[in-house]
């Protein structure tokens, strides 16, 4: 174990403060540019050193419209910016602050399209250079997930081995695999670790949504750092599932209508009001979809994750929904609820994030 304490870290969109912008927006008529987009993580960099936030994952769309098959007035911007990239590189360093990218869900290295893995490789090549020419080390990495099944799981699995073997030193030097929710669990990306020795980003919330293998966490936890090389501290996601109730907005059939104006009961999706003859929309109440991440995250659940994972090294990105707050709050509550984790983290004073939860609070009545 190095005695650096592990960082927590949050996702491109700063909410804590209003106005904050995490990349140019411009459309491309306004000829946005990389230059901008730096211009507002530089002021990002201030706030994080503000609220003693030491990691912090880009947008994907830092360089807006680089890799546009369509619009080849944006392809040199990552080169144009070269100084801008190498200055911001150095002020992350400074501050010790860990950046890294998460490519978005349209980059698949294991595409049956091999134009569209053509386009992901340029993509994931554009990420890695704007990281290469901030001069960082090797744990600023780019995450990206196996992608689709297209019909045929295994083959999908193995398609993804030549996607990678298409990629550039560059990328390949800085990608990391992370087991997703829904379609390859993490025997699958440990599957795929062994072919090709890719490093490995275990996701919390995904490996309970899919583990049809039935793998143990610790064991898990144990692989996934053990595939990272020597000398490169590893990084994990973390959220918590939502569990409200969801209120989703429909149009109400004919058929509902007319069923509205007979007093037998129907079979019928639970709703929130009663439908009426002349009701023209509904509210759906449907349960929680267990995928979806929370606002917050659940800090008796993450202490006790953090305690399964005791002696194991790894920073922690943050997928809740609310950012910098939900890290802010996680600080918090780890401080008063269990203060062993919190010894594990960078020592924070207290900012009273939480001061509107009083320490004597009434017990909740169902």
């Known amino acids: 174990m190095s005695e650096r304490p592990l960082r927590l870290g949050f996702p491109v969109k700063v909410m804590g403060r209003p106005g904050f912008k995490s990349n140019d927006t411009r459309r ?29 994952r880009l947008s994907s769309d830092l360089a ?32 010790d602050i860990r950046l890294s990218f998460h490519p978005s869900q349209f980059v698949l290295l294991n595409s049956p399209d091999p134009e569209l893995t053509k386009k992901s490789i340029w993509d994931l090549s554009s990420q890695a250079e704007m990281l290469d020419r901030m001069e960082l080390g090797p744990e600023a990495v780019m995450v990206t997930h196996v992608g689709g099944v297209y019909d045929d799981h295994d083959a999908s699995r193995a398609r993804w081995l030549e996607g990678y073997a298409q990629c550039p030193e560059h990328v390949r030097r800085r990608l990391v695999l992370e087991n997703d929710d829904l379609r390859f669990s993490a025997a699958d990306v440990l599957w795929i670790h062994e072919r ?12 309970w949504c899919l583990n049809p293998e039935r793998l143990e966490l610790r064991t898990v936890l144990e692989r996934v750092m053990a595939s990272w090389p020597d000398g490169v501290r590893p990084k994990i996601h973390f959220s918590s599932p939502r569990t409200e109730m969801r209120e989703i907005k429909r149009k109400v059939s004919d058929k509902e209508r007319e069923a509205a104006k007979s007093a037998a009961p129907a079979k019928r999706a639970l709703t929130k009001d009663v439908i009426k003859p ?57 401080r008063r609820y269990a203060p062993d984790v919190a010894g594990q983290f960078a020592a924070v004073e207290d900012t009273g994030t939480d001061e509107d939860v009083p320490a004597e609070a009434e017990a909740e009545v169902d």
């Open 196 to 207: 090709c020795g890719v490093p490995l980003i275990f996701d919390y919330q995904h490996f």
């Open 278 to 334: 002349t009701s023209r929309l509904k509210t759906v109440l449907l349960p929680p979809v267990w995928t979806g991440h929370a606002d917050y995250v659940n800090p008796f659940e993450f202490a006790t994750f953090m305690r399964t994972a005791q002696d194991l090294e790894f920073d922690v990105m943050l997928e809740a929904k609310t950012k910098d707050l939900a890290l802010q709050r996680l600080r918090s509550d780890l």
């Open 64 to 95: 807006p419209y680089a890799t546009h098959p369509d619009m080849p007035q944006f392809h040199d911007m990552v080169a144009e910016s070269d100084a801008e990239l190498a200055a911001l590189g150095r002020k992350a360093k400074g501050l």
């Open 28 to 56: 491309w008529q306004q000829n946005p540019h990389l230059k901008t987009s730096l211009e507002h993580v530089d002021t990002i960099l201030d706030y994080l050193v503000e609220t003693r936030i030491d990691m912090y």
